[in-house]
């Protein structure tokens, strides 16, 4: 039975949404509502953590978990990147440890699971619509996709954790600053036979790049990142193109060649860099990508929607208290974030720059730049 009323209402299951649950209950007892307009089982982009992740799964009192489970630790990276020679990056001398391979549905679902067990639900396949203010908060419209009816609750905080398109602060009218916008062609396979490395390959091409990784149960992941048209003009949604295309490179095709692969499953991604112009008001945070958004050549955005969704639910905590009074904490908040961005942008120049053998090409002519594009988020991101 839903009540009316919620002190935190967070819209969007991922996971900076649910570690914005996790930390929210751990801390106090406040009522809190997960909304999520897309089913439990729903496929999310991602596998790779950096080694920093393991500190936000640990304050979330879930290493333990996460430990029993089948992620594994994996050696580093292989990369031919703005030269022809393969480099490598080889976590045996970071001090933080290696970074990890999930098996993203268990991750997934041990995030929900944790959210069950603080006697809090998630209302899936509910979509977040509109909001007008009320007494101490928000008045929320909801949108039940199963009843298909929508409905209304009251809300003292809200954490946006709905992704890129971060559905509530944009309809506050909060603008989103776009830094580049490209789409991920991903593709999932089983490993039937042959010995496959656990280091990410990473490789770039005249129009893009191309990332394969071994994932848990013999998966394999492989995806290309390039620009909507060009993938468009290749067609490389095909599957005989996207094999074509891996045979055409040097690294991932002499890594790939000797491994059998079946089952093969492709899903389009858009890949944002983005960050939104402000991230708190009087009863509303956001989080995760819903606040800033890396291109997965980061491979931070795990990470930081976990350290961030636990970021915003300590700050809600303390905006609640105050009654919305007090904005030291967003404030401080808002100051993490731009930190964030900063660090983001100048690791992701760093990275596009460094590749250099195509000077005819677009793709890394634009991705060179460093200026603001004034893109439109893609279609589905618009509503
Ligand atoms: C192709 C690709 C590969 C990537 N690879 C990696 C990687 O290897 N490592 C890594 O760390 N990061 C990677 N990332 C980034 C990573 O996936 C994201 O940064 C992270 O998952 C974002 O989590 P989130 O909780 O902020 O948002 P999401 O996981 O996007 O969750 C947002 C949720 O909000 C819901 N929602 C949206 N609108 C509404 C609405 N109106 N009402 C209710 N609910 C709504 C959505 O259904 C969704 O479940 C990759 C991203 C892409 C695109």
Request: proline share 4%.
């Amino acid at each position: 039975m839903r009540s009316a009323a919620y002190d935190v209402v967070i819209i969007g299951a991922g996971p900076a949404g649910l570690a914005a649950a996790i930390t929210l209950k751990k801390h106090a007892d406040v009522q809190v509502l997960v909304i999520d307009s897309g089913k439990a089982d729903k496929i999310r982009a991602g596998e790779s953590i950096p080694p920093a992740a393991l500190s936000c799964i640990s304050f979330l009192g879930l290493r333990d978990i996460f430990d029993r489970a089948n992620h594994f630790a994996y050696p580093g990276h292989v990369s031919v990147w703005g030269r022809h020679l393969a480099g490598f990056n080889d976590s045996v001398l970071d001090p933080m440890g290696p970074p990890w391979r999930l098996n993203r549905p268990v991750f997934d679902c041990m995030l929900v699971e944790a959210v069950s067990r603080h006697q809090t639900t998630i209302a899936w396949e509910t979509q977040y619509l509109s909001r007008q203010p009320a007494l101490d908060g928000f008045e929320l419209t909801l949108y039940d996709r199963v009843k298909r009816q929508n409905y209304s609750l009251r809300a003292k905080m809200v954490i946006d954790a709905s992704g890129p398109g971060a559905h509530f602060a944009r309809s506050l009218g909060i603008k989103t600053h776009l830094q580049d916008q490209l789409i991920g062609l991903l593709r999932f396979s089983s490993i039937n036979a042959g010995k496959l490395t656990a280091q990410t390959l990473l490789e770039a091409d005249q129009n893009g790049w191309w990332y394969a990784a071994k994932l848990p149960q013999d998966k394999l992941v492989s995806m290309y990142i390039t620009e909507a048209p060009v993938l468009r003009r290749i067609n490389m949604a095909m599957a005989e193109n996207f094999s074509k295309g891996i045979s055409q490179t040097q690294l991932l095709a002499a890594h790939l060649a000797p491994v059998a692969l079946s089952d093969h499953c492709f899903y389009k991604f858009p890949v944002y860099s983005s960050r939104l112009e402000q991230v708190y008001g009087k009863h509303w945070l956001a989080a995760g990508d819903a606040a800033l958004c890396f291109d997965p050549i980061a491979a931070q955005g795990i990470y930081k929607s976990l350290s961030t969704g636990i970021k915003a639910g300590k700050t809600a905590l303390a905006m609640l208290k105050s009654n919305g009074h007090d904005m030291s904490a967003a404030v401080l908040y808002q100051n993490h974030i731009d930190d964030s961005w900063q660090q983001y942008i100048d690791q992701r120049n760093q990275h596009y720059q460094q590749e250099q053998r195509w000077p005819e090409s677009v793709f890394w002519q634009k991705r060179a730049e460093t200026k603001v594009y004034p893109y439109k988020m893609m279609q589905e991101f618009n509503t």
